[in-house]
């Protein structure tokens, strides 16, 4: 994730919870505690859970797309064993420079 990124996510956060808060005061609710440590915590905490969630879903081959090409990558690789080495797959040769 880059810098740009990174900043729109907090900036959308931010601004989902200012929204939150004046639809909570509008309905007559408290509003939510925002104070620097409050807020801190409630940043560090959803960056968790959708880091955790993130790493989960990229690691784990949930369709059967996935599956599939997990397959194949697995049988490729083990090609590459039984052939004795890793393939060049732009069949250049090895030191050629440009």
């Known amino acids: ?10 900036n959308l956060v931010i601004e989902a ?5 004046a639809i909570l005061t509008a309905a007559g609710k408290n509003p939510l505690p925002l104070d620097t440590d409050a ?21 784990q081959n949930i369709t059967v ?4 090409a997990q ?4 049988e490729m690789k083990a090609d590459r064993e039984l ?7 732009l069949g250049d ?3 050629d420079d440009f």
Do not use: H
């Open 1 to 10: 994730m880059n810098r740009e990124s990174t900043k729109a996510i907090i």
């Open 17 to 21: 919870l200012l929204f939150l808060n």
């Open 39 to 59: 807020i801190t915590v409630t940043l560090t905490s959803v960056f968790a859970g959708i880091s955790a969630v993130y790493c989960w879903w990229k690691n």
């Open 65 to 68: 797309e996935a599956q599939t």
């Open 71 to 74: 397959k194949i990558a697995d």
């Open 83 to 89: 052939i004795g080495g890793e393939e060049n797959p």
């Open 93 to 95: 040769s090895e030191g």
